[in-house]
């Protein structure tokens, strides 16, 4: 297979219709293994500059009310929604007075938690995941872990008594520290996150079909999720699976082409300036070497801020996110190099991501 697809990506500059034409012969092969018009599917889109070379819209949004996903479909984006919150803060941040940079102050700053070592942890170290605090949100409620919202989840910081390491030493994914960064938003702009991140973020990105997550009011055209059970299908999503309804973290809604034109406005610059983003983009702790999230170690990756970065020697680096919150898979990548943009969404979490992601690049040249 690879010596039909390797040059596929040279033929992007001379013979970008032919090309395009041989990734959809691919895919179409692999999407129809993948999906059926009967039971949940996936959105997905391939782009390269401002040319859409494939799009494809497959299975159920609702396995009640049999609405077929289509363009206008959302989905959860689960942890793909970090990006956005940080983001949103690092567009705070050239605004920012203080006598350090945003995203170097400490925690200490903004809340007023007892324990001294958060004189330690920055705002940085919460974005990357390099604060050393510990997940011990509490687990042997069933139903406090499905219905906890942002306030409960936060709430075991103020007692943490042991950190994992030391601030900036390590990786350790930590969903909650992404509430803490929203929060200091809040602080800053006196607004609720909820409202700013609409004014100040999605509308920069022209992104009129996304929102934050309402356990009391569903958006319109909001997919479920859904997990296999033999022939049968069960909802798995809010009021099914545990923390899900923290949304800087991971529960953002979305579709396929709002994420698109997320990536294009990154690109841009109109939602933080070309050097912002670039720090964002720049390795700040090693996946890979961590000794912590055994389940994320894939060879060569490196997590920035709110983003990974898989730079293999002699490969294009990729930026990237991955997201799974009940039974949605989300995965949202790019080549910046070559403006290239991967966007898969599925509401059902029984397929191997990485297999669809590797078949993607090797469609595209870039394995």
């Known amino acids: 297979m690879k010596r039909i697809f390797l040059p596929l990506i040279a033929l992007f500059a001379a013979f970008p219709a032919f090309a395009a034409s041989r990734l959809t012969a691919v895919l179409d092969s692999v999407f129809e293994a993948r999906y059926t018009a009967d039971a949940p599917g996936a959105a997905v889109i391939v782009a390269r500059g401002d040319s859409v070379?494939?799009?494809?819209?497959?299975?159920?949004?609702?396995?009640?009310?049999?609405e077929p996903i289509g363009p206008d479909t959302r989905f959860c984006i689960a942890s793909v929604s970090k990006q956005f919150t940080v983001m949103g803060l690092l567009r705070l941040a050239a605004g920012y007075t203080g006598s350090t940079g945003l995203m170097d102050t400490p925690?200490?700053?903004w809340f007023d938690y007892p324990q001294p070592f958060w004189r330690d942890i920055s705002l940085r170290n919460l974005a990357s995941h390099t604060s050393g605090v510990p997940d011990a949100r509490p687990r042997d409620d069933r139903d406090w872990c499905i219905f906890a919202g942002e306030d409960e989840s936060i709430e075991y910081f103020s007692t943490v008594d042991t950190l994992?390491?030391?601030?900036?030493?390590?990786?350790?994914y930590l969903n909650p520290s992404f509430i803490l960064l929203a929060r200091v938003c809040e602080k800053i702009t006196g607004r609720r996150w909820d409202e700013y991140m609409r004014d100040s973020v999605f509308d920069a990105a022209g992104m009129e079909d996304t929102y934050l997550f309402a356990a009391v009011s569903p958006g319109l055209s909001q997919s479920h999720a859904y997990r296999p059970d033999?022939?049968?299908w069960h909802e798995f999503d809010y009021g099914e699976e545990t923390f899900y309804a923290t949304r800087p973290d991971g529960c953002i809604y979305t579709t396929a082409r709002d994420l698109l034109r997320w990536e294009n406005a990154l690109r841009d610059g109109r939602v933080v300036a070309?050097?912002?983003l670039a720090a964002a983009y720049r390795p700040h702790v090693s996946v890979t070497a961590s000794p912590f999230c055994?389940?994320?170690?894939?060879p060569d990756t490196?997590?920035?801020l709110g983003f990974f970065i898989d730079h293999p020697a002699r490969r294009p680096r990729k930026i990237y996110h991955t997201g799974d919150n009940g039974g949605?898979?989300?995965?949202?990548?790019?080549?910046?190099?070559s403006d290239i943009k991967i966007i898969v969404l599925e509401n059902r979490h029984d397929h191997d991501r990485w297999q669809l992601a590797t078949l993607i690049d090797e469609a595209l040249g870039m394995r």
Do not use: I
Not at 53 to 66: C, H, I, K, P, W
Not at 164 to 172: C, I, M, T
């Open 302 to 304: 490196w997590y920035g």
């Open 230 to 232: 033999g022939e049968r």
């Open 107 to 109: 925690v200490a700053q």
């Open 164 to 172: 994992s390491f030391g601030a900036g030493e390590y990786y350790d």
């Open 294 to 298: 055994d389940y994320q170690q894939r």
């Open 53 to 66: 070379l494939y799009e494809r819209y497959a299975g159920l949004a609702d396995m009640e009310s049999r």
């Open 274 to 276: 070309p050097e912002v």
């Open 328 to 337: 949605y898979q989300a995965y949202l990548a790019k080549y910046p190099e």
